[in-house]
């Protein structure tokens, strides 16, 4: 594929010297160039259809690195990539050890923040702002390239509150496409549009809260955000530059994708903008199959979701029942707070988050669902490991930070059916919250148990051998222990493998269990420090348990981009590492210490 002057582009400067009557070839050459990559790998691809020019203004007025630029919601970010001397690492895209689908500092030191949670671009502007003030920097100046949904965050506005009211000079790109996944939603997103119609009189809200505005400036005119940016720069005191795009512009795929503008794509066929992968029904798919079900049988329920309604698979749900889904915005904190309310209010809310983001509301959780005892349900979608979107998006501390909070139960379905049960068991439970985690990708097949005792399931007991080693899988580990235990057989080594279902807090069963065993093996694809494992051994401690408890999962590390088998492989969670683990353990168990050598006198 050859491009006339995007081939030229091998840095900035290379950018800064193109005539004015070549970028719109640039900008139509970083389109093609984007859908031909991104629909080959997968990745975030109309929202950064949506910034080409507003990327291209953007590096022709600052000088990055020296000029410090931020952008909220780092998946915008392949334009600005592609401009510092990345493009031919596009191939590698999103794969392990290739180009991150995320700003990356030791990719580039063009990338300041590895920044992929919404709304927090403006703080990092606030602190780095002050920081040049302070050290006598006044070379540099701060750009923060916010919107795409980003300001329908409670942070964002914390600092744009401390902005407004300083006089640190900050220049704000606001890129106002009206959306994130979804269209933007509230008080908020109907003032952009007055803003963007001309129809507001008088002080509009950032000149309010203390800035100076620029705008609305076509966020596809070269020139005109040019022009702005290079205005700001020359103003005291913080800016905003209110840019408007739309999202998804230059494919008309993405164009025409009503749901979310192609946000973030898998595998696809460009020519047609559809599928190359399979069609096995996913965990979001199966989750949402089922909440229309509970939805009709089941008034009191309702759900909420931090801007991805579809992602999440709660748009069945909303068409059947529109006036039972709230939509928040990218504000995680608030949903579950909301949630709170709306369970002292009467109801039984469900709070459909990526794993991920349930992070950003952990207080919430801790202080206004649980110490209150309320029923509220959380369904945590991308739990564990999540593959290409690296270490901010692997949904692996929920079951750590959910083992922290008083009165939660966390469930973990290892099949569709599972799923389907835990649910509804979760949304029986009226004395405190509930949590149910599943992972990303094919549901896969059902896993039926032997027996079941007192909730736990009992999944494999090898015949004829003594009681070795106990496997405690998690969720859809489960399949993987089964396989493990098949290898220990072959070693003359009795397994038992349990799913307890409710992984959090440890039922008894499971202590019970590990009692009857020479060794007890937890496995899952969370952090093992703090998760289900770490609860597991200290619950055999307290209960005088002598039997040995081993933990394996995924280590206290940030965890780079890659697949999902690839990364449990590194990690030892497959059924081959984990049949090594437990007969190296069982064996050592099964070894008689050597004495200890005797130590000679020395004569006095």
Not at 4 to 29: C, F, M, N, W
Request: proline share 6%; net charge negative.
């Amino acid at each position: 594929m050859s491009f006339s002057v995007l081939g030229r582009i091998t840095g900035l400067e290379d950018l800064k010297r193109l005539r004015p009557d070549q970028l719109p070839v640039l900008a139509s050459e970083i389109r093609e160039f984007l859908v031909d990559k991104v629909c080959a790998a997968g990745g975030h691809l109309g929202p950064n259809l949506g910034v080409v020019e507003l990327t291209i203004a953007l590096h022709r007025v600052f000088d990055s690195p020296t000029d410090r630029m931020v952008f909220d919601t780092g998946h915008q970010s392949y334009v600005h990539k592609m401009l510092t001397g990345r493009q031919a690492a596009f191939d590698s895209l999103r794969t392990a050890g290739g180009l991150s689908g995320y700003p990356l500092r030791e990719e580039s030191e063009h990338d300041l923040v590895e920044n992929s949670h919404a709304s927090t671009a403006l703080s990092y502007a606030d602190g780095l702002a002050k920081a040049r003030r302070l050290l006598g920097e006044d070379h540099r100046r701060v750009v923060a390239v916010t919107g795409d949904g980003s300001l329908t965050g409670g942070m964002a506005w914390e600092a744009m509150n401390n902005l407004g009211r300083g006089t640190e000079r900050v220049v704000v790109v606001l890129n106002d496409n009206g959306r994130s996944y979804d269209p933007t939603i509230g008080g908020l997103a109907e003032h952009l549009t007055a803003l963007r119609a001309g129809l507001h009189q008088g002080p509009n809200l950032f000149e309010t809260i203390g800035f100076t505005y620029l705008g609305p400036v076509d966020g596809h005119d070269i020139a005109a955000v040019e022009q702005a940016c290079r205005q700001a720069t020359d103003l005291d005191g913080p800016v905003l530059v209110h840019c408007v795009t739309e999202k998804g512009r230059g494919y008309a795929h993405a164009e025409n994708d009503e749901a979310d503008r192609m946000h973030a794509v898998g595998v696809i066929d460009p020519a047609t903008g559809r599928s190359r992968g399979g069609s096995a029904p996913s965990w979001t798919s199966t989750f949402s199959a089922r909440m229309e079900r509970i939805g009709e049988a089941r008034p009191d329920v309702v759900a909420l979701t931090a801007a991805m309604l579809q992602p999440v698979g709660l748009l069945r749900f909303a068409q059947r029942f529109p006036d039972r889904v709230f939509d928040l915005g990218i504000a995680e904190q608030h949903a579950v707070t909301s949630a709170a309310g709306l369970a002292m209010g009467g109801l039984h809310p469900v709070v459909c988050l990526y794993a991920t983001f349930l992070n950003r509301a952990v207080d919430q959780i801790m202080m206004d669902v649980a110490l209150h005892e309320l029923p509220v349900t959380f369904v945590l979608d991308r739990a564990g490991v999540t593959g290409p979107d690296g270490p901010s998006h692997h949904g692996m501390w929920d079951l750590a930070l959910l083992g922290t909070v008083p009165g939660m139960r966390v469930a973990a379905p290892r099949d569709p059916v599972r799923l389907a049960e835990l649910l509804d068991e979760a949304l029986d439970t009226q004395d405190g919250p509930t949590a149910l985690r599943f992972p990303k990708g094919g549901a896969g097949p059902e896993i039926p148990a032997l027996t079941r005792m007192e909730g736990v399931d009992i999944l494999h007991r090898t015949r004829s051998r003594p009681l070795d080693v106990l496997l405690v899988s998690t969720g859809v580990l489960a399949g993987t222990a089964l396989r493990a235990a098949e290898l220990l057989a072959d070693e003359g080594v009795g397994v038992t493998v349990v799913d307890p279902r409710w992984v959090l807090p440890v039922s008894p069963v499971l202590v019970h269990l590990a009692s009857r065993h020479q060794l007890t093996l937890s496995v899952e694809d969370g952090v093992r420090t703090g998760g289900v494992g770490a609860a597991l051994a200290q619950a055999c401690a307290d209960a005088r348990v002598a039997t040995q408890v081993h933990a394996l999962g995924l280590p206290r590390s940030f965890l780079r981009h890659g697949d999902r088998p690839g990364i449990l492989a590194e990690h030892g969670l497959t059924a081959q590492s984990i049949a090594e683990t437990a007969l190296a353990l069982h064996n050592a168990a099964a070894t008689p210490h050597a004495p200890a050598p005797r130590r000679e006198r020395t004569p006095r």
